[in-house]
């Protein structure tokens, strides 16, 4: 039995994983080996029977590590999508939400203002409105 399951975890080593083009999302969040090899010290430690549930174990940590590598990959693209659109709420010209847009100039495309901003963009205005609290009017 042991013989049957180290060959096929071998095989699946050298012959699928590296065409995947991707790594077992555990290894990569928590480090240590991939899944294959550590179902392969599983099964070398504990035998198929009583090392089953620890397989189990490792598979469900190695999805919720690959979900939460996805939903973080996604929340980057979305924040750089927003960047380059001018929706992000970071950034040189931001200011903090406790001062309306309206105040500093347009120069902060990001925060939207209920009026119309009155005249270009002014950095040093910005900046005096963001340390001293002198608002443009």
């Known amino acids: 039995m042991k013989v049957l399951y180290r060959l096929g975890i071998r095989l699946y080593q050298k012959r699928i994983s590296p065409h995947k083009g991707y790594r077992c999302a555990y290894s990569l969040t928590h480090g240590g080996p991939g899944c294959s090899g550590a179902v392969l010290s599983i099964l070398e430690e504990n035998g198929l029977f009583s090392g089953w549930r620890i397989i189990k174990q490792r598979f469900q940590s190695c999805d919720s590590a690959a979900k939460e ?3 973080r990959k996604e929340r980057d693209e979305r924040k750089k999508r927003e960047r380059k659109s001018g ?6 010209c931001s200011i903090p939400n406790s001062i ?3 105040d500093v100039g347009d120069c902060i495309p ?3 203002c209920d009026g119309p901003c009155d005249g270009p963009c002014d950095i040093s205005t910005s900046i005096r409105a963001l340390v001293f609290g002198i608002a443009k009017r």
């Not at 929706?87 to 040189?92: T, V």
Request: proline share 7%; hydrophobic share 5%.
């Open 69 to 71: 590598r996805q939903e």
């Open 87 to 92: 929706n992000d709420q970071s950034g040189p």
């Open 100 to 102: 309306n847009a309206c």
């Open 110 to 112: 990001s925060r939207k």
